[in-house]
């Protein structure tokens, strides 16, 4: 599994993996939908492209995780999947570029489980090894 929930006080560890940033961040995104709704009952009806940057790849992941929920709130919408299309480092900061798809919240249709509020700093790691990227932060319920 390329990513994995973490048990964490009143709040839950997220933890994702990948070959490349990419794919470990995209693993994050679909971890994080997977705690708040059954992306299976959620179709991919519409698509929204959001942008996330940060200093770092953790402040990264930090940033694209809070746009997810911001576009969640704002769109009253969830989300079936995500795409990472473009990823890149300009004078010190990363900037990501990706697109969700989903559909509006139907509360009779979707099966919900827990609402994320944030994703925090807390327990924040970003690290490369020989097999690939791990991220991780604290999600706030």
């Known amino acids: 599994m390329p990513w994995e929930l973490l048990d964490h006080q009143a709040d839950v560890g997220l933890q994702a993996t ?3 940033i990419e794919d470990a961040l995209a693993d994050g995104v679909r971890g994080m939908l997977s705690l708040m709704v059954d992306p299976a009952t959620v179709q991919p009806q519409e698509h929204w492209v959001i942008e996330a940057r940060g200093s770092d790849v953790g402040s990264l992941f930090v940033d694209l995780l809070n746009s997810v929920l911001a576009t969640k709130d704002i769109e009253n919408a969830f989300f079936h999947d995500v795409v990472i299309e473009s990823l890149d480092q300009q004078d010190g900061t990363w900037h990501v570029s990706c697109r969700l798809s989903g559909e509006a919240i139907d509360l ?4 919900v489980d827990s609402d994320v509020k944030a994703a925090t700093y807390g327990g924040l790691r970003a690290e490369q ?8 932060c604290v999600l706030d319920l």
Not at 108 to 111: F, N, P, S, T
Not at 129 to 136: A, M, P, V, Y
Request: proline share 0%; no cysteine; glycine share 14%.
């Open 18 to 20: 990948g070959n490349s």
């Open 108 to 111: 009779a249709k979707h099966e």
């Open 129 to 136: 090894s020989d097999d690939g990227w791990l991220l991780r």
